[in-house]
């Protein structure tokens, strides 16, 4: 069964800190990984898709890389500012022949961030 | 496009009632998801749906019921409602297995 875990929980940084928010996954029979972000009572929003043959992907300040033979993504903020405070969540997309896991998501519990001026 | 929406976007049940959480995506995908998200933990899947008339269970889909009749509409039922379905329920749909998901903004129920 795919476990999804995301280091640390909760993140506090001051403004403009370069910061690295970690993921790592049990399964590595994978099609891809997904990087969204919730902000309070909202819903989420994809913010990163990195495909398995992929090591990374980059959009604006952010950046992802993925290493699937053991386990781990990261996401990288650059120049971290108050309005990139929210929860960010990993989640894979499992390649398994099993018909539960079959190109469902399994998500971390995400890591809350906190980016004060 | 207006994407994947949900109605209601709040609602509270008593115990032993039903609903349905209506969800709606204007992308033409085939897939559907409906998960549930409790405090302090992640999303789990309710059920799935790869195209009009295909159903099938995720990880969490006791006391949950879904029909896709049509490409666009997915909507989850509740029949006998239950103080441990209180939780914030997303909706998400892509293209395909292998493309990214996009979400609706969620119905947060409670049942008391």
């Known amino acids: 069964k795919q476990e999804v875990t995301q280091i640390p929980a909760a993140l506090s940084v001051p403004e403009g800190e370069n910061l690295v928010l970690n993921c790592s996954f049990t399964?590595?029979?994978?099609?891809?990984l997904q990087w969204f972000r919730q902000d309070p009572g909202k819903g989420l929003t994809s913010l990163l898709l990195?495909?398995?043959?992929?090591r990374e992907q980059t959009s604006g300040r952010l950046n992802a890389s993925l290493d699937k033979s053991s386990g781990r993504s990261t996401l990288y903020i650059a120049a971290s500012q108050p309005g990139d405070s929210a929860t960010y969540l990993c989640?894979?997309?499992?390649?398994?022949?099993?018909?539960?896991?079959?190109?469902?998501?399994?998500f971390g519990q995400g890591t809350i961030l906190t980016v004060h001026p | 496009n207006a994407g994947v929406t949900q109605t209601p976007k709040f609602r509270i049940l008593k115990i032993g009632q039903s609903m349905t959480l209506q969800c709606t995506q204007d992308m033409n995908h085939n897939y559907m998801y409906w998960y549930r998200q409790d405090p302090g933990m992640g999303l789990k899947l309710i059920y799935y749906?790869?195209?009009?008339?295909?159903?099938d269970k995720g990880e969490v889909p006791n006391g949950y019921n879904v029909s896709r009749s049509t490409t666009e509409d997915f909507p989850l039922r509740l029949e006998l409602a239950a103080p441990s379905q209180t939780s914030v329920y997303f909706c998400?749909?892509?293209?395909?297995?292998?493309?990214?998901?996009?979400f609706g903004p969620g119905t947060r129920l409670t049942v008391l």
């Open positions: 399964d590595s029979a994978i099609y891809n």
């Open positions: 989640a894979v997309k499992g390649s398994g022949a099993g018909g539960t896991s079959y190109g469902k998501l399994t």
């Open positions: 749906s790869v195209g009009a008339g295909i159903t």
């Open positions: 998400a749909s892509s293209r395909d297995r292998y493309n990214e998901q996009f």
């Open positions: 990195i495909q398995s043959s992929q």
